[in-house]
């Protein structure tokens, strides 16, 4: 499975941006895709993710209310609108993906995703 992410860059605090990760190879496994980022000298964090077959979609509590994650099936994407920035929002944000449904308990853990795309950056200016 390959990812690729794309849509990082510049914005003012309060700004919008929406990002993208398009799957390539085996493809199902986009049924479960999870955003994470990771800002200078801070660890890898949870932002969101959707699981296959399943209605819930997760949030870390830091973007809950203004991020928003989404699949077009038809095009092997996933995306994250990212609305209301703020500075500490500033990081290289990274999509990954599993074949196998993740439990719930597991989904904020870095490591329970098998997948990672290369990561694009997003910079929020105060």
């Known amino acids: 499975v390959q990812l690729q992410a794309s849509g990082g860059g510049l914005v003012q605090a309060g700004g919008s941006l929406t990002l993208s990760c398009a799957a390539s190879?085996?493809?199902?496994?986009?049924?479960?895709m999870a955003w994470f980022r990771q800002a200078p000298g801070k660890g890898r964090e949870f932002v969101a993710a959707?699981?296959?077959?399943?209605?819930?979609?997760y949030y870390g509590d830091s973007v809950k209310g203004r991020f928003t994650i989404s699949k077009d099936m038809a095009k092997n994407t996933v995306h994250l609108q990212m609305n209301s920035l703020k500075p500490e929002d500033t990081a290289v944000y990274y999509c990954?993906?599993?074949?196998?449904?993740?439990?719930?308990?597991?989904?904020?853990?870095?490591?329970?995703?098998?997948?990672w795309g290369q990561g694009t950056l997003v910079t929020v200016s105060s």
């Open positions: 990954a993906t599993k074949e196998n449904r993740p439990i719930s308990s597991a989904i904020a853990l870095a490591d329970t995703w098998m997948y």
């Open positions: 959707i699981r296959r077959g399943d209605t819930n979609i």
């Open positions: 190879g085996r493809t199902f496994s986009l049924f479960n």
